[in-house]
């Protein structure tokens, strides 16, 4: 009996040491909290903003120049507006001069570090003519081989075609009905990239194609079909009472546009006022606020805009209009060893008027402070449902690969474009407002720069299928 006893408590030891000794080599990792600072400054972030205006007719030569949109970019402007009169083609097919034209202008645009807003017109006046509709439907079909070669840096393309300044009103070949601007949408629709929206000039012409006058829901966006896809650009902001037919029922059109924009992006520019509704700054940024602008004409029109910098409210627009992310707090392992978990806890908020409206990348980056080595973590986030004005919790676990070297890493946050020609040019990635954190070489936000991996570290065992993956 005593020795059955002893044996069991052996058994009790040996299995106890065994316990110990996991647990050590298992221990929970050590974790680091940071708290970040907001910053107010004025800087250019991707597909948000006020635009420059320029136009051109396609295939009459360009005057498009790197350098000045590169001078835009240091004033913090990164759209450009871009009108492509085809008035020489109302008639006829556009010639390979013009679509090499279109094509060598998006070009010059990404070597600017720009997003072009696209609109097509045959008109710049009220009395000009604009096209037949074979003539529409031809060049839609001539232009789709381009929207689709060059989607990386078109922001939005407006329905554009139909009437003076392709504003889908004055049209001399009759073309402002319902028929003519269903085809037109349907083509384009067909002609552009999934992944871009098309801007139409009302909210009565979604309404009209859609054949429905509730909102976009949550469930609906970004799935690619037609809803998901038709947005809104609005040309006489805050001009008068309907701003000069924009709104059938202003309060109810409104109230959709505060819905559906939170998915579809709004835009457009001021024009003279009727002089009934200053349209003073106050009321500028509680309307764009409202309505969910991402983007607005700096050029047009002056007087009104000149009046929002006089009375102190064009710098708080600059700073919200579309998204501007700010980094709340951040908890991250900051001692691990090689195959180990790694875990972060990021809070962020969105302080624009509205969210991004394209896709984009979120990753976490680990960099090697001494060789420069980078190892990429996707991040299963959508930037586009950072709503405004509401915390944003962000939970990863990743795995360290296991011949990951040893040495001190800096953590990043890093929400690059989505296409491969714009991923790794920093000029295309989301900056965050807050200070000390921004590496304008690679777009990296820098959470942290004290990261120590080390086989002699503690660390949970991964069983996970997220990876760092070295770059």
Request: glycine share 6%; aromatic share 12%; proline share 5%.
């Amino acid at each position: 009996m005593k020795k059955i006893l002893s044996l069991l408590i052996i058994a009790v030891v040996v299995t106890t040491c065994e316990r110990s000794k996991i647990s050590a080599e298992y221990s929970e990792p050590h974790t680091i909290s940071v708290e970040y600072t907001t910053t107010d400054e004025i800087f250019p972030n991707p597909e948000r903003g006020f635009y420059k205006y320029s136009d051109c007719q396609l295939g009459a030569g360009s005057t498009l120049s790197e350098t000045i949109l590169r001078q835009y970019r240091e004033r913090s402007i990164t759209l450009l507006f871009r009108y492509f009169y085809l008035k020489s083609f109302r008639d006829a097919p556009l010639s390979s001069q013009a679509l090499s034209a279109f094509d060598n202008d998006m070009a010059i645009i990404r070597r600017g570090g720009a997003k072009c807003i696209v609109r097509f017109a045959y008109s710049s006046a009220a009395n000009e003519p604009d096209a037949p509709l074979s003539s529409l439907i031809q060049h839609i079909d001539q232009i789709k081989p381009l929207l689709e070669k060059n989607a990386d840096v078109i922001a939005v393309v407006q329905a554009g075609f139909i009437g003076a300044w392709g504003e889908w009103y004055y049209s001399s070949n009759g073309l402002n009905n319902a028929s003519a601007r269903h085809q037109v949408l349907t083509r384009l629709l067909d002609a552009l990239p999934i992944s871009r929206a098309i801007q139409v000039r009302t909210p009565a012409y979604k309404q009209e194609f859609c054949q429905r006058t509730t909102p976009l829901t949550s469930d609906e966006a970004f799935t690619g079909t037609p809803i998901a896809r038709i947005a809104h650009h609005n040309d006489c902001f805050l001009a008068s009472q309907t701003d000069y037919g924009t709104y059938i029922n202003v309060e109810d059109d409104k109230n959709y546009l505060s819905r559906e924009c939170l998915f579809v992006p709004i835009g457009g520019e001021t024009c003279p006022p009727d002089g009934i509704e200053p349209a003073t700054g106050l009321k500028a940024y509680d309307e764009m606020k409202r309505l969910r602008f991402s983007f607005l004409n700096e050029d047009y029109y002056q007087a009104v805009n000149n009046g929002w910098s006089a009375g102190g409210y064009m710098d708080k627009i600059k700073r919200e209009m579309g998204y501007r992310f700010v980094l709340i707090s951040g908890e991250y392992t900051d001692s691990i060893a090689p195959g180990g978990l790694f875990t972060a806890r990021i809070i962020l908020r969105n302080a624009g008027f509205a969210p991004p409206y394209n896709e984009r990348k979120v990753e976490l980056i680990l960099t090697h402070l001494t060789t420069g080595e980078h190892y990429i973590a996707s991040v299963d986030e959508d930037p586009r449902r950072w709503l405004p004005n509401i915390e944003r919790t962000i939970e990863i676990s990743a795995g360290l690969p296991d011949n990951m070297p040893s040495g001190q890493y800096s953590l990043s946050l890093n929400l690059p474009d989505m296409s491969e020609s714009l991923y790794s040019l920093s000029d295309y990635s989301i900056r965050f407002a807050n200070t000390e954190i921004w590496d304008a070489v690679t777009g990296y936000n820098i959470l942290y720069n004290a990261i120590h991996i080390d086989a002699t570290n503690s660390s949970m065992p991964y069983n996970g299928e997220r990876f760092f993956t070295h770059h």
